[in-house]
């Protein structure tokens, strides 16, 4: 099938910044994305999701924003803290809840002092 | 969200044995999934578990290899039969939430020898 992608493996942000992580996806028939948090030994963490039919949505202290013109995904970590150290996919649903994610590379996100 | 476990958390196997997945969820859930996350890898969906119904599985992964059960709303079990050490991966359930969303447990981490 399709696959979801991601454009960098690696982000190091000093604390107290923001960041940005961006995805790449190919299904134009994706009608709904999440971004998942998964740190060192645990299973990924559901942090926000989005459908098709808005371009952003905010949480606490995050933000997902979707183009679907360039079919881009990204996620806003505000005032980044060591404890967001972990890696995070993006992941795509097609199939009305109905079918499996299809998941993103991840990008490792790294915290600097 | 659903609390989700698995047992084991990990184990270590001979080739050639196999091994059978717990993952136990505190409330009843239609939609259950069977995802296998390689070493540094992202996450692949093995298998969606329906009570009821018989598993159905994805590209590349099969009933012999990879049976399912699924009893009841809150159980499922998957097995990895005759293992080798390209199995070695973390294998992770996750529950649908209600419409589009999923929540993981924390994984099972399989090392073959």
């Known amino acids: 099938g399709e696959s979801v992608g991601l454009h960098l493996p690696t982000l190091s942000v000093q604390e107290g910044d923001n960041s940005i992580i961006n995805c790449a996806y190919s299904?134009?028939?994706?009608?709904?994305f999440i971004w998942y948090k998964q740190e060192s030994g645990k299973g990924p963490q559901f942090i926000i999701d989005i459908r098709s039919n808005m371009d952003k949505r905010q949480g606490q202290r995050v933000t997902v924003l979707l183009n679907k013109t360039v079919k881009h995904l990204s996620l806003q970590i505000a005032a980044t803290q060591p404890g967001d150290s972990a890696v995070y996919f993006c992941?795509?649903?097609w199939g009305g809840g109905a079918d499996g994610l299809t998941f993103g590379k991840g990008t490792h996100l790294i915290i600097q002092p | 969200s659903a609390v989700i476990s698995q047992k084991p958390s990990r184990d270590i196997c001979q080739r050639g044995t196999s091994l059978t997945i717990q993952c136990q969820v505190d409330s009843q859930v239609t939609m259950m999934f069977w995802y296998r996350q390689q070493p540094g890898q992202s996450l692949t969906l093995i298998a969606t578990?329906?009570?009821?119904?018989?598993?159905?599985?994805e590209s590349g992964f099969v009933i012999d290899k990879f049976p399912i059960s699924r009893p009841n709303l809150t159980f499922s079990t998957l097995t990895v039969s005759n293992m080798s050490p390209e199995d070695s991966s973390i294998y992770l359930c996750s529950v649908g939430g209600g419409t589009y969303e999923q929540y993981f447990g924390p994984g099972t981490r399989l090392t073959v020898t």
């Open positions: 578990a329906n009570q009821g119904s018989e598993a159905t599985y």
């Open positions: 299904n134009s028939a994706s009608d709904y």
């Open positions: 992941a795509e649903n």
